[in-house]
C-alpha cells in the first residue's frame, strides 16, 4: 500500500506554500496528502495578541483556505487533516513514519519560520524515520511546472540505497532527468550503475567536482526542481545533528531540499 504524503501545517504562508507542493507531490505519486496541524503555540509569537484562542481561530482559517485552494487546483486529491495537540516535534516526527515523507515550509536563504524554527525543524530532520522535504516558499527557481533536473549529492559514507531510490522515484514521476553530483568516491559511482536498470526511463548525469561539497551542490541545484541530499542514521543524545552538507544546502539551496535518512 502506498503511503500518504504528509505536510506539517502552523497556518503561516510557508506551510501554506508546503502544502501545496506536498498536494502535487501526492498527485504525482498517486497517493493521498496527511496535513499535521499541530495546536500547540508559541507564547512569543507577536503576531498574535489576543492569546491561545485567536491564534487557534487563526490558525484554522488559514487551514480552511489551504484545503480550498488544494480542491480547486487537484479535485482528485484526497486530504486527510490531523489536529494534534503534541508537542510539534512529536507530532511530525510520529507522522513521518507513516508517511512516504514529510514536507516543511521555510522561507529559505536563512531565515526560518513556522515549522523550520531550529527548535522544531532540526530536531524533526534530525530524528525522521523517512525522507523529509523542506521547500523554500511557493515559487520555484525551475518554473510552476516543475521542469528541470532531480539532483542527488553522494559523499563518502554510504550505503547509498535509500537516497538514489528516493532520487529515482523522484525523477521517474516528473519525467525529469537526474544529475548525480559525487564527492570524490568511486564507491558511489559504482553503487549508481546498478540502480539504474529499475528505473529505465530515467536519464542519468554525473559529475566529480573538486571543492567544498555542499557549494558544488547549491550550485547543481540552480535550475533543479528537486535536490536530494543524505543524512546518517539517528544517534541517541541531546545534540542535534544532520551533517555539515545538509544543513548548508537546507539553507542556501533555493529549490527543494529533500533530506534521507541513510545508514
Same mark, same amino acid.
Given at each position: ?85 503534541? *508537542?510539534?516535534?512529536?507530532? &511530525? +516526527?510520529? !507522522?513521518?513514519? $507513516?508517511?512516504?515523507? @514529510? #514536507?516543511? =515550509?521555510? %522561507? /529559505? ?102 571543492? *567544498?561539497?555542499?557549494?558544488? &551542490? +547549491?550550485? !547543481?541545484?540552480? $535550475?533543479?526542481?528537486? @535536490? #536530494?541530499? =543524505?543524512? %546518517? /542514521? ?30
Amino acid at each position: 500500500m502506498v503511503r500518504p504524503v504528509s505536510v506539517g501545517f502552523d497556518g503561516s504562508a510557508e506551510s501554506l506554500a508546503a502544502a501545496a507542493w506536498a498536494g502535487r507531490e501526492a498527485v504525482l505519486r498517486g497517493t493521498s496528502l496527511h496535513i499535521v496541524h499541530a495546536l500547540e503555540w508559541r507564547a512569543s509569537n507577536l503576531q498574535f495578541s489576543p492569546g491561545a484562542s485567536a491564534q487557534r481561530e487563526w490558525a484554522e482559517s488559514r487551514l480552511d483556505v489551504a484545503r480550498e485552494e488544494l480542491a480547486a487546483t487537484r479535485p482528485e486529491l484526497v486530504v486527510e487533516v490531523d489536529r494534534v495537540s503534541d *508537542p510539534p516535534v512529536k507530532a &511530525l +516526527v510520529d !507522522a513521518v513514519r $507513516e508517511s512516504e515523507f @514529510l #514536507v516543511l =515550509g521555510s %522561507r /529559505g536563504l536563512g531565515v526560518l519560520q513556522g515549522f523550520l524554527l531550529g527548535s522544531v525543524s532540526l530536531p524533526v530532520i534530525a530524528r525522521a524515520s523517512r525522507p523529509v522535504v523542506v521547500v523554500h516558499g511557493p515559487e520555484e527557481p525551475s518554473g510552476p511546472s516543475g521542469a528541470g533536473p532531480v539532483v542527488v549529492g553522494l559523499g563518502h559514507d554510504g550505503p547509498y540505497g535509500p537516497l538514489l531510490d528516493f532520487a529515482f522515484a523522484a525523477a521517474a514521476v516528473r519525467g525529469a532527468d537526474l544529475h548525480i553530483v559525487r564527492a570524490g568516491d568511486a564507491g558511489a559511482a559504482a553503487e549508481a550503475l546498478p540502480d539504474r536498470s529499475g528505473w529505465p526511463s530515467v536519464e542519468v548525469h554525473e559529475w566529480l567536482p573538486a571543492g *567544498p561539497a555542499a557549494q558544488h &551542490l +547549491v550550485e !547543481a541545484a540552480g $535550475e533543479a526542481c528537486l @535536490l #536530494v541530499v =543524505g543524512r %546518517r /542514521g539517528h544517534r541517541p543524545g541531546p545534540a542535534v545533528r544532520i551533517g555539515p552538507v545538509a544543513h548548508a544546502v537546507l539553507h542556501h539551496a533555493r529549490c527543494p531540499v529533500a533530506v534521507v535518512p541513510h545508514g
